[in-house]
């Protein structure tokens, strides 16, 4: 007599109706608060001119840039390194699998690409990765700089977690253990102090650029607060990294950041122009770099 066996969810199936369920929850209730404030948001938006938005799309492509040398200067480091126009394509191009559900899709379309230009997998998958503790770290640290220590001092104790695993030392002997579970070969080359340290450079260069595009359409608790708004809001969207770019999170922990110095209805209104700016600048970004790179192959 046979038993037959309980049949269980896939498990690729069941992470993406979380995923879906999770952006669809989000999606919902910010909805429902931009309803709720429906004119006081319009009054926002009428604040907003085309000189502010057109500075805060500028400073949003300088930010994108930054990441991007950041994760350049990650991949030389390791042993890749690649010209400008190549790079770009390749980082831009793959950045747009940010808005498909799931973590997966950057990181496997800058390892096809860079395969092209001769750069090994998991190299391109190591200088991937390093990307989310460096802006995590370097996020916080200007949370705390800008905000104050009083009121964002319970970031504090990431602090310290995410500078150890910033050490390459640390950093080579990780990458090392996952590259032996995979089976796959050791990295040529180990990442050094002064790549990081470089890249680290360009991380905080993103943060000032990306402050300037908030302050752009928010000037009103200023330059430094601006800053330090955009980072915190951004580092808490990443951490929940089931639904694509922190849609939805990002934007409410933007409302309560600028709610004392703006009313809710005009910090619901910039939090979605700050959302439609950026996705404009990816979208430049990746279309520039694919030009420049197609023209440079002709």
Same mark, same amino acid.
């Given at each position: 007599m046979s038993t037959a066996e309980p049949r269980t969810t896939p498990k690729p199936l069941l992470r993406k109706v979380v995923r879906f369920g999770f952006l669809a929850v989000a999606l919902g209730f910010g909805a429902w608060a931009v309803a709720a404030q429906w004119d006081a948001v319009l009054a926002g938006f009428a604040k907003l001119s085309w000189p502010m938005l057109a500075a805060s799309l500028a400073a949003v492509v300088a930010a994108l840039l930054g990441a991007m040398l950041t994760w350049?200067?990650?991949?030389?480091?390791?042993?890749?390194? /690649?010209?400008?126009?190549p790079a770009a394509k390749v980082f831009f191009v793959g950045q747009l699998g940010k808005y498909i559900p799931g973590a997966v899709w950057p990181v496997l379309a800058q390892m096809e690409m860079g395969r092209d230009l001769g750069v090994p997998r998991s190299r391109s998958a190591a200088a991937f990765f390093l990307m989310m503790p460096i802006q995590l770290a370097t996020g916080l640290l200007v949370t705390l700089g800008t905000l104050g220590w009083n009121r964002y001092g319970w970031l504090l104790p990431a602090v310290p977690v995410l500078l150890v695993l910033l050490e390459p030392k640390v950093i080579n002997a990780v990458i090392g +253990?996952? &590259?032996?579970?995979?089976?796959?070969?050791? &990295?040529?080359?180990?990442?050094?102090?002064?790549?990081?340290?470089?890249?680290? *450079?360009?991380?905080?260069? *993103?943060?000032?650029?990306?402050?300037?595009? &908030?302050?752009?359409?928010?000037?009103?608790? *200023?330059?430094?607060?601006?800053?330090?708004? +955009?980072?915190?809001?951004?580092?808490?969207?990443? /951490?929940? +990294? !089931?639904?694509?770019?922190?849609? #939805? %999170? =990002?934007? !409410?922990? $933007? !409302?309560?950041?600028?709610?004392?110095? $703006?009313? =809710?209805?005009?910090?619901?209104?910039?939090?979605? %122009?700050?959302? $439609?700016?950026?996705?404009? *600048?990816? &979208?430049?970004?990746? #279309?520039?770099?694919? /030009?420049?790179?197609?023209?440079?192959?002709?």
């Amino acid at each position: 007599m046979s038993t037959a066996e309980p049949r269980t969810t896939p498990k690729p199936l069941l992470r993406k109706v979380v995923r879906f369920g999770f952006l669809a929850v989000a999606l919902g209730f910010g909805a429902w608060a931009v309803a709720a404030q429906w004119d006081a948001v319009l009054a926002g938006f009428a604040k907003l001119s085309w000189p502010m938005l057109a500075a805060s799309l500028a400073a949003v492509v300088a930010a994108l840039l930054g990441a991007m040398l950041t994760w350049r200067t990650l991949l030389a480091d390791l042993g890749s390194p /690649l010209p400008l126009r190549p790079a770009a394509k390749v980082f831009f191009v793959g950045q747009l699998g940010k808005y498909i559900p799931g973590a997966v899709w950057p990181v496997l379309a800058q390892m096809e690409m860079g395969r092209d230009l001769g750069v090994p997998r998991s190299r391109s998958a190591a200088a991937f990765f390093l990307m989310m503790p460096i802006q995590l770290a370097t996020g916080l640290l200007v949370t705390l700089g800008t905000l104050g220590w009083n009121r964002y001092g319970w970031l504090l104790p990431a602090v310290p977690v995410l500078l150890v695993l910033l050490e390459p030392k640390v950093i080579n002997a990780v990458i090392g +253990f996952g &590259l032996r579970k995979l089976k796959r070969e050791p &990295l040529e080359r180990p990442l050094t102090r002064r790549g990081m340290l470089t890249a680290l *450079g360009w991380a905080l260069a *993103g943060w000032t650029a990306y402050g300037v595009h &908030l302050y752009a359409v928010a000037p009103q608790g *200023g330059l430094l607060f601006a800053v330090g708004a +955009f980072a915190l809001s951004w580092c808490l969207g990443i /951490l929940t +990294f !089931v639904v694509p770019a922190g849609a #939805g %999170v =990002r934007e !409410v922990a $933007m !409302v309560a950041v600028l709610s004392p110095v $703006m009313d =809710r209805g005009s910090a619901i209104a910039v939090a979605l %122009v700050s959302r $439609m700016i950026i996705i404009a *600048g990816d &979208l430049i970004c990746a #279309g520039i770099a694919g /030009l420049a790179a197609r023209r440079r192959s002709l």
